[in-house]
């Protein structure tokens, strides 16, 4: 191989996220396979090339192999937790959704009134209305901390605890 073309390599081959344990151990056959990774990630073209790919790692020695299903493998790991990662930044702010400030200070005095029994039928309405959002929040917290829990293999109770969120009483 030429040095030039090595260096227009090892760029292609750093782009689609793959590193060699050693600069030394690059083969021909190693980074072609780099090269058609690269075209089949950037293309799209999965179902010709996969085939394409197979047959040239078929064709590494061992040691390149081993590099090979390293760096694919790292790949894979990396993907997984970003993504992981991600999924439950989603959930947990899903989970602190609630009530605008101006919103709960609302419910907070029609509350009162109602508790005092001086309330108009205008502002029960408008209390129910603010009743029944915050129980569509709840429903949905609930559904998103058993997502978030069963994403950690923990149970509900135990994720509640991690998160500091009390089990409110019935009553």
Do not use: W
């Not at 040095?3 to 030394?24: A, V």
């Not at 950037?42 to 590099?67: G, I, P, Q």
């Amino acid at each position: 191989m030429f040095p030039h073309r090595r260096k227009k390599y090892n760029y292609r081959c750093r782009n689609i996220g793959l590193q060699f344990k050693k600069k030394k151990t690059y083969s021909l056959v190693f980074v072609s396979i780099l090269e058609i990774g690269y075209f089949c990630l950037k293309y799209n073209n999965m179902n010709s090339t996969v085939s394409t790919l197979f047959h040239e790692v078929e064709r590494l020695d061992n040691r390149s192999l081993d590099a090979f299903i390293d760096n694919v493998i790292s790949l894979r790991v990396r993907r997984d937790t970003s993504s992981k990662q991600k999924e439950e930044a989603e959930l947990l702010e899903k989970i602190n959704r609630s009530l605008s400030l101006k919103q709960v200070e609302r419910f907070r005095e029609l509350n009162q009134k109602r508790i005092e029994e001086n309330i108009a039928e205008s502002e029960l309405v408008e209390l129910t209305v603010l009743l029944e959002k915050t129980e569509k929040l709840n429903v949905n917290r609930l559904k998103y901390l058993s997502l978030l829990a069963r994403l950690r293999n923990i149970s509900v109770r135990d994720l509640m605890n991690q998160l500091g969120i009390s089990n409110p009483t019935n009553g």
